[in-house]
């Protein structure tokens, strides 16, 4: 008998016909013998539906105490969602209880709308599978030391599923989902992308962050930081396949690996349109320049992602980053009002229509010449590279959005993705 975590995205959860073929595959791993512990998201949509009523009502100022409303209207998606999915548990003649975050209760920090996650009490839900009912958790939500509701941020509900499976020392956490996996690349660009069987999880990390959206990048941090076996699969196979069958389908995010090094160098192609270019040029070169532009950047609490400087000519040179293209119009006003005077560099010059495209895979450690590959393949297709970036196990360039689809189309193929190496 294990212990395993269940977690259904909103599309899975979306009608109450969804919600009955969800009850019925949780039930069949129940009578096969499983203690099940279920978090689901709310119905696809709702957590859009709420947030937007909000906003018809927002007031001018975003405060705090706006945030902490918006946690308690959103909360609710979930707390509807356990519900239904526990009485539909009922009508299979099961045992099933549910639970709002609070009730468990999930602890987090107060920072709504994008609280993290301290601590799980998982006395109560021990004691329910211990008398042979299955819990259902809402997924998304917290509560703070001061009792106030809080969300994880958008997408949370898988970061809840696995902080549950780690404080509770789950066999696995299977997250469904409508893809039935991770890709090499995603399919809607790539026909030929391939679904991995395994995928480690630093790799999965790194395509979380660089725009691959399988899962909230939150909760492969949690599964990296505490080992939870954690599987991605589809909601759609029909519920009553063969447990075995689909114990084993999807993709495994692994922590072992040795046996991935016989594999693929590359693993993936991640991409993503959010970012902007910003160049500050003719800055004297000297020492503190980057701390002075970069430094006021961050006091402005803007992320800065890639970053470039180069050799100086006459003793003046050109200062590249990106940032959040959200942040782009701020980013360069700031520029302009407080560090082209100070510096006296020349101009803020800036480009909103850029994309960044990443190679990944742990089987770059060893091997050489893989960024070469990339760039010989993006040269062949006449593809100007504006910023590369590099770590150990990827390697990034910016180039121009209207791009994008081609570069990730000929590096999916210079890697020979579309072969499947298991
Ligand atoms: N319902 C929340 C959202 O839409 C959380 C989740 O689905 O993971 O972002
Ligand atoms: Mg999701």
Redesign the pocket.
Known sequence: MALIVHKY??TSMGSTERIRNVAKRVAKWHRAGHQMVVVP??M?G???RLLALAKELAPATHTTEYARELDMI?AT??QVSVGLLSIALQAEGLQAVSYAGWQVPIKTDSAYTKARIESIDDARVRADLAAGKIVIIT??QGVDAQGNIT??????????AVAVAAAMKADECLIYTDVDGVYTTDPRIVPEARRLHTISFEEMLEMASLGSKVL?IRSVEFAGKYRVPLRVLSSFTPWDIPIEEEAKSGTLITFEEDEKMEKAVVSGIAFNRDEAKITVMGVPDKPGIAYQILGTVADANIDVDVILQNVSHEGKTDFSFTVHRNDYAKTIDLLNSKVVPALGAEKVVGDPKICKVSIVGIGMRSHVGVAATMFRALSEEGINIQMITTSEIKTSVVIDEKYMELAVRALHKAFDLDQDAA
């Open positions: 995205g909103g998201s709310a696809s709702e957590t859009n959103a998606g979930e997924g998304f969300t994880l941020g958008r997408g949370g509900s898988d970061t809840s909230q």
